[in-house]
């Protein structure tokens, strides 16, 4: 089974920075995409950033230039880094990951993961 574990979520004031981290653990051969999302009460779950294997990354238009996700192949995790923070960034954020892993027999499949998610509250 795989696992993913999201920490460092808390409170902050705005302008003020958090960083995420996302380690993934289990029968894991490689991991493909990675990424953040976040939800609030009543909506829909967003795409914050996400990163691919070679190191693309794509972001939310109002997280450009504030927010920066990365990943330490070494250590399966994906990480997101947030500058700035304002109010309206308070909410759950959910770890994403594709990850490849092998059966007994060696075939490889493909599956997609979700982390229990870890709450942001940015106060004005």
């Known amino acids: 089974q795989v696992r993913l574990v999201e920490s460092g979520g808390g409170l902050v004031q705005a302008g003020e920075s958090l960083e995420l981290s996302c380690a993934a653990s289990?029968?894991?051969?490689?991991?493909?995409?990675m990424g953040w999302y976040r939800q609030t009460p009543g909506k829909q779950r967003e795409l914050v950033a996400a990163?691919?294997?070679?190191?693309?990354?794509n972001y939310a238009d109002s997280m450009k230039g504030r927010f920066t996700i990365s990943r330490n192949d070494a250590k399966n995790t994906v990480y997101l880094q947030m500058n700035s923070l304002k109010p309206e960034d308070t909410a759950v954020y959910y770890c994403?990951?594709?990850?490849?892993?092998?059966?007994?027999?060696?075939?490889?499949?493909?599956?997609?993961?979700w982390g229990q998610g870890t709450q942001v509250t940015v106060s004005s």
């Open positions: 990163i691919t294997s070679d190191r693309t990354t």
């Open positions: 289990g029968k894991i051969s490689r991991i493909n995409n």
């Open positions: 994403n990951a594709a990850i490849v892993s092998s059966t007994l027999f060696g075939t490889l499949y493909e599956s997609n993961y």
